[in-house]
């Protein structure tokens, strides 16, 4: 007798989607590789631009999204918080080149549970995944420790720094510029154009009441140095 097979006897696959999102092929394919290799993890797609991303989690569904900060068409930033906006509920992993003393807690602000640096992505993304797939933070132990050391010196958060009007935008171009970093690095690197990084320094100027560049630099530097001591 030939058994036909029903929807009873069709296997659910539980394993928790992956949707990976940077601009560089290479790193794509070596997450992808560590993340297939487990039993309980899948990759169910890859993009290079936010727009793209969206569009795919509406189709895809995945239970988490690893994200890069720079993209092909905009902040990372900017996709964490669209996905903050439009699907509360799904998971963020950052996986970036960029400094995690500079960008961590601004990811954190918009949307993402997890902050991994590419550098320890290959030995550590793993466990960063179900880290943050089971609801918790995912922070490396030298940014912990930071964080943790504001807490006992009495800077709990950046709210209590002088910086506290600023935009998380301007608060990204302050610390670049506290690491000594051009308006033509930051732009580059914050994928905007250098008219508008100009605006962001004059921004930033008024608001913290400094008079020139130099005194924004030198404000900048002694900030960055004292939230992110070495």
């Known amino acids: 007798m030939t058994m036909v097979r029903g929807k009873q006897n069709q296997v659910k696959d539980t394993r928790k989607r992956v949707l990976l999102v940077d601009d560089h092929a290479v790193v794509r ?25 969206l569009s795919a989690i509406a189709k895809l569904k995945p239970d988490l999204v690893i994200a890069d900060i720079a993209l092909k068409d905009s902040s990372g930033l900017e996709l964490m918080r669209n996905i903050k906006a439009q699907y509360p509920g799904l998971r963020v992993l950052v996986v970036s ?41 995912y922070v490396s132990n030298a940014l912990a420790s930071r964080m943790l050391q504001r807490q006992v010196r009495g800077h709990t958060d950046i709210e209590q720094s002088p ?37 962001y320094r004059e921004q930033i100027k008024q608001k913290l009441e400094l008079r020139s560049a130099v005194e924004l630099t030198q404000h900048a530097t002694s900030w960055v140095q004292r939230e992110n001591p070495t």
Request: with cysteine; net charge negative.
């Open 97 to 137: 080149a960029h400094d995690e003393s500079v960008y961590a807690e601004i990811a954190f602000r918009a949307g993402a549970l997890g902050y991994l640096m590419k550098g320890e992505a290959l030995e550590k993304v793993v466990t960063a995944i179900r880290r943050v797939l089971s609801g918790n933070i």
């Open 163 to 199: 910086v506290k009007g600023l935009s998380d935008r301007e608060l990204e171009v302050f610390q670049l510029i506290g690491n000594w970093k051009k308006t033509k690095e930051i732009a580059h690197e914050l994928h905007l154009s250098i008219k508008t990084i100009e605006y």
């Open 29 to 53: 394919f070596g997450i992808a590789q560590l993340i297939n290799q487990q039993v309980d993890l899948v990759v169910c797609g890859e993009e290079e631009a936010a727009g793209n991303a």
